[in-house]
């Protein structure tokens, strides 16, 4: 997760598209090559908190949901004022497919599933 939420960001310095439809609201604050800083900053932290134990993980859930929440939110107010239709769209994405399934996957312990684990696998469950 980490890799890619790095590969996206580096698209935005190398290969940024045009022009940046939904994202009026984040570039009146800094400049997309900025922006494309947070989804390296953050995917180096999570790909860095994956091999930490599980329950000490939780920073880079964290780091894991920051840019595409912001993606999120900003493309939705872009929506819903009207600078960007398919910005309500976008959101949706965003927060499904990035927010849900991040938040999903900080709740689900390592060895959930293991065919050789004695006894249930409670959520939460100290490792």
């Known amino acids: 997760m980490g890799i890619g939420k790095v590969a996206f ?7 940024p598209p045009f022009p940046m439809s939904g994202l009026g ?11 494309a800083w947070v989804w390296i900053l953050a995917g180096t932290a999570t790909f860095t908190s994956a091999w930490l134990k599980f329950g000490r993980d939780g920073w880079g859930f964290v780091a ?5 929440t912001v993606w999120a939110f900003t493309y939705g ?12 769209w976008l959101f949706v994405w965003y927060m499904t497919s990035h ?9 689900v312990p390592p060895e ?3 065919p050789d ?7 939460g ?3």
């Open 99 to 107: 927010c849900g399934v991040i938040w999903c996957a900080s709740r």
């Open 25 to 35: 609201m984040l570039t009146r604050f800094a400049p997309l090559h900025c922006w």
């Open 77 to 88: 107010w872009a929506g819903l004022v009207g600078d960007y239709t398919r910005g309500l």
């Open 64 to 68: 894991a949901s920051v840019p595409p």
């Open 112 to 114: 959930s599933g293991s």
């Open 117 to 123: 684990l004695p006894g249930p696998v409670v959520e």
């Open 9 to 15: 960001g580096a698209s935005f310095i190398f290969d």
């Open 125 to 127: 469950r100290p490792g």
